[in-house]
Structures are given as C-alpha cells and as structure tokens.
C-alpha cells in the first residue's frame, strides 16, 4: 500500500540508519523525501552522497514524517510476519532475561551475556513493537516478500557517481567471490556498550575467521586498529581494506570521511559471505544493498 501524501524521513542517526528510514519513506508515498540535517555525527550533506533528488531542507506543513530506523512493516505486511518473529531488540519476559544473564555467569562469563537468550539485548525499546513483528538485523531469517519489497526501493538510491566509481575501481582490483566481509562495529564513541557489546564478540569472530583457512577479508570498521590487529593474527596478505584518506576514527568529523564511509558499504554489499556485527545497521544495509544474497553470520 502506498499514499499519495509526502512523507519525510527525519531519521538523525548514522549511514545505516538514515538509509533505513529513507527505504521507508518510499515504502510509505510515491512521494518520498529526505530531510538530512548536518550533525555532529553527520558532517555530509544528502546531496555530497546521493544523486536522488528528493532531499528537503526542512519538513514541509502538512506533510507526514517517519523518523524510525526501523525498517517500515504495514498492516498487510503482518500475514507474512508472525508475531513473535523478532529475536533482535524485541523485548524479552523478565524470567527469560534473568535465566541468560545466570546461565552466562555461571559459565564464567565466557561470552556476550545475552547470546543465550530467545531475545537477546534490549536495542531501541521506544520503537519495538510489542508482537516484535520486525524485520531489522535478522538478514536471511527475513521472509521473502520483504527481500522483494524493500530490495526493489534499496535499489533505488542512487549513489554520487565519483563514489560509485571509486567503490566499482577498488572492487575490480581486489575482490572476487572468494573475498568474506567483516564489518566490526567497535562502539570506540560508547565506554558502555564497547565493553558489553565489542569485547565478548572477538572471540567469536576469531571463531569464524579461523574456520575459513583459504579466505580473504575484506575488513571495514570504525576503528583504525582492527585490520592491523587482523593481520597480525592472519597475515596481511588475508587482510583488505579500501585505501582510505581519512582515518576510520575521525570519519563523522568531514564530508569526505562519510563518502569514504559510504564506498566501504558499498565494498561490502559486493562480498557474497559476511561476518557482521551484532546491532549494527551499516552492514545490514550493506547486505540490502548487495541484495539480500550474502551469507550472513552474526558475531
């Protein structure tokens, strides 16, 4: 279903979440814009990224407004969602919580504390449904109909044509389909959640390079020290990386940080096989962008 009225997305987060809630809008109206202020955390302006022709300065009066980076679902959307179907930031029964976090201190705390529960970790709680009928960051477990629908309007943003060109350049260099991304969102910017979130996934991810003795890694991260620390444990030969201008660090402080942000997303749509970080949307988009083929394993 679709409306006629415009609908504005007014999403303020980061690369993957403002594109989420941008697919949304054109799910919402035929006439769909963007409203994409410069921020702290966004120093690119919608028109340096994209070529589409639908950024707005400001919400016009009358006009609708979508501000979640959730990826839209509708009412008729629901026959092909079953309730319950989330088990990434749909809430959890309290006795359910409590008998993950007992089971991870009483395995001494080995891993990240909700791996065992049936819905791990508590991820925006003021857009979560209460049937948890999302389809956010759950990759193949998502029902076809949605692959089709949201894949068609991914497919629609249009990228500058000077990134595409250094993304479509790079690829062709180095990439081939034996080629594994590795999106390792750190959380360098949260104390907090760096400690709860990155640190007990290493191990994990250690898992899956490991049991890929023959691949190479295309490794895309917010921070400067994971490819090195990488190709310590893996050689360098077995470790890719755009060559960038910017450090990965200080991206959200320049324009050209977020372009070089935006040709690593593209870089990772290309690979047919990702390891992704938990709770992140930039390699979720990614896998949307390469249209829904890539095997995904969550760490």
């Not at 081939?176 to 969102?185: A, F, I, K, L, P």
């Amino acid at each position: 279903m679709t409306s006629d009225d415009l609908v504005v997305s007014t999403e303020t987060g980061g690369l993957g979440n403002r594109l989420k809630s941008w697919v949304s809008t054109m799910r919402l109206s035929a006439d769909a814009r963007v409203h994409w202020p410069v921020t702290k955390n966004m120093p690119a302006a919608f028109g340096e990224l994209f070529a589409n022709e639908c950024g707005v300065d400001g919400v016009p009066l009358g006009a609708r407004v979508y501000g979640s980076w959730r990826l839209a679902i509708l009412p008729e959307d629901e026959a092909y969602l079953p309730a319950g179907f989330a088990t990434v930031g749909a809430g959890a029964h309290p006795i359910v919580r409590g008998i993950g976090k007992a089971w991870w201190s009483l395995t001494g705390e080995r891993t990240d504390r909700y791996r065992f529960m049936v819905f791990p970790k508590q991820h925006s709680r003021r857009s979560t449904r209460a049937d948890a009928r999302h389809i956010d960051l759950e990759y193949e477990r998502i029902p076809q109909h949605f692959r089709i629908v949201y894949g068609d309007l991914f497919r629609q943003i249009d990228v500058r044509p000077e990134i595409a060109a250094a993304a479509n350049a790079w690829a062709a260099a180095n990439l081939n389909e034996d080629v594994v991304g590795v999106q390792v969102r750190t959380w360098r910017d949260d104390p907090r959640r760096h400690r709860k979130y990155h640190v007990p996934s290493l191990r994990r991810l250690m898992g899956l390079m490991d049991a890929a003795p023959g691949a190479r890694f295309l490794v895309v991260s917010d921070s400067d020290d994971v490819a090195p620390r990488l190709a310590e444990r893996y050689g360098e030969r077995r470790i890719l990386g755009y060559a960038r201008t910017t450090p990965r660090a200080d991206s959200w402080l320049m324009p050209l940080g977020i372009k070089e942000d935006l040709v690593d997303m593209l870089l990772l749509a290309r690979t047919r096989r990702l390891f992704a970080s938990y709770l992140s949307t930039f390699s979720e988009v990614a896998w949307w962008l390469g249209g829904t083929t890539a095997r995904v394993n969550v760490f």
